[in-house]
């Protein structure tokens, strides 16, 4: 009679995974802005563990996504903030002939120029992208290889909009 053998444990080292310890080690570090990187050196694990982890355990990788999102949507805020002004209520605080004083103010921010560009740039980039579309024929055989390279010169300084046919429109040669 053979006997079934049950094994305990399956093949390999057991997962260092431990879910009280290593799910809000990863959304805490997840929330101050640490990267996958920082997050697995602080575990203890290498690249390949930690992507493993990621895959097999899905709260863990839930737990870095809420806090990738937290800290995501604080950027965000802020960039925003920052690119239509704010302001804040703050505490001044004076010493005027040994005498401390505390008042109250509001601190204003105008708009920030760089801020409302990163914004813009990325939320409508069709509209405020830097890359600038040219397009425009040439035919090489017909013109020299200097006359192509001053047509072309010119085209890229001037648009596209002042060639017709081949000739240089406005061009006093």
Not at 73 to 95: C, E, P
Not at 108 to 127: E, G, S
Request: hydrophobic share 35%; with cysteine; charged share 30%.
């Amino acid at each position: 009679m053979s006997q079934a053998i049950t094994k305990k444990h399956p093949g390999g080292r057991p997962s260092k995974y431990k879910p009280e310890l290593h799910l809000p080690l990863a959304e805490s570090m997840a929330w101050v802005g640490a990267t996958d990187e920082q997050i697995l050196q602080r575990i203890g694990i290498s690249h390949d563990a930690f992507y493993k982890w990621k895959k097999r355990y899905q709260e863990f990788a839930d737990a870095l996504k809420a806090g990738k999102a937290e800290s995501d949507g604080r950027v965000v805020k802020s960039l925003f903030q920052r690119a239509t002004g704010y302001s804040h209520k703050d505490v001044h605080i004076s010493n005027y002939q040994g005498e401390i004083t505390e008042t109250e103010i509001t601190k204003h921010y105008p708009p920030d120029t760089t801020a409302c560009i990163f914004w813009l740039k990325n939320r409508m980039p069709a509209q405020w992208r830097d890359k600038i579309d040219v397009n425009a024929k040439v035919e090489i055989d017909s013109v020299g290889s200097n006359e192509l390279a001053r047509r072309l010169a010119y085209v890229l300084a001037n648009g596209a909009n002042d060639v017709i046919e081949g000739e240089i429109v406005g061009d006093d040669e």
